[in-house]
């Protein structure tokens, strides 16, 4: 799918060549993956409608989705955003697995997620697919029926969970370069705070909706001081903005 670039520099260009050419990999530092995240937000600043996200996007908020998706190593998301959102299979048609293999990639990502509880929603897709792998780090005991999925069970103390311990384990023990962040709102907050997103890819869509109890992007403790980004481009097709913004260091 095409875009109109209008930032580093006009052009027309073909999404998943745009993406792919940012090599996000090779800016992964050694003692973590290299986080960027990926969400949509209505012009009134909601990051979703009637409770889901999808309902915001377009064919080019999807595109940019599922394109991302296919260049990372693992899929970061909440256990509220697995169940609400239906999370199934990441990646499910076999001619994009197997150019993620040609590439050295495994066939799709790994999705990981933290509870504090130890709840999880095992009545999710994706715990019904056995070629899904996720790791669910827990700061208490879980009680993991049995599922089809490949589940790994990472206990940590309750004091010492966190997104950045996570992050070092996916790096130092599973070899993960890359990580994106699909939600929710709670967990794109914790990053921000402890200061684990390197980019932000944010789809704004033309539509409002109006008030409700939508979050914003982030939800969670205020930051004792603004979190500064810098904007690497700007693309627009169909009357949405894409916006991708980098931490400034």
Do not use: K
């Amino acid at each position: 799918m095409r875009f109109r670039q209008l930032l580093p520099e006009p052009a027309d260009v073909e999404i998943v060549d745009l993406v792919r050419g940012l090599a996000l990999a090779e800016r992964a530092p050694g003692e973590r993956p290299y986080v960027v995240a990926n969400f949509v937000a209505s012009i009134d600043g909601r990051a979703s409608f009637q409770g889901r996200s999808s309902a915001l996007g377009d064919e080019g908020d999807l595109a940019m989705f599922h394109t991302l998706r296919r260049e990372v190593d693992c899929v970061l998301v909440g256990t509220g955003t697995l169940q609400v959102e239906h999370f199934g299979r990441l990646i499910r048609d076999a001619p994009s697995r197997e150019r993620r293999a040609r590439r050295g990639l495994s066939p799709e990502p790994l999705t990981a997620t933290l509870t504090r509880s130890g709840r999880v929603p095992w009545q999710a897709p994706m715990f019904a697919e056995p070629e899904a792998r996720i790791v669910v780090y827990s700061g208490a005991e879980v009680d993991a029926p049995g599922v089809a999925a490949q589940v790994d069970v990472v206990r940590m103390d309750a004091a010492q969970l966190s997104f950045a311990a996570a992050l070092a384990d996916l790096r130092a023990r599973l070899g993960i370069a890359t990580v994106l962040c699909e939600g929710g709102p709670r967990v794109l907050g914790r990053l921000v705070l402890e200061r684990r997103l390197d980019e932000l890819f944010l789809t704004l869509t033309p539509h409002m909706t109006g008030g409700g109890d939508a979050p914003a992007l982030t939800s969670g403790p205020e930051l004792p001081d603004l979190a500064a980004f810098e904007l690497a481009g700007l693309l627009e097709r169909a009357d949405s903005l894409f916006l991708r913004y980098r931490t400034r260091t």
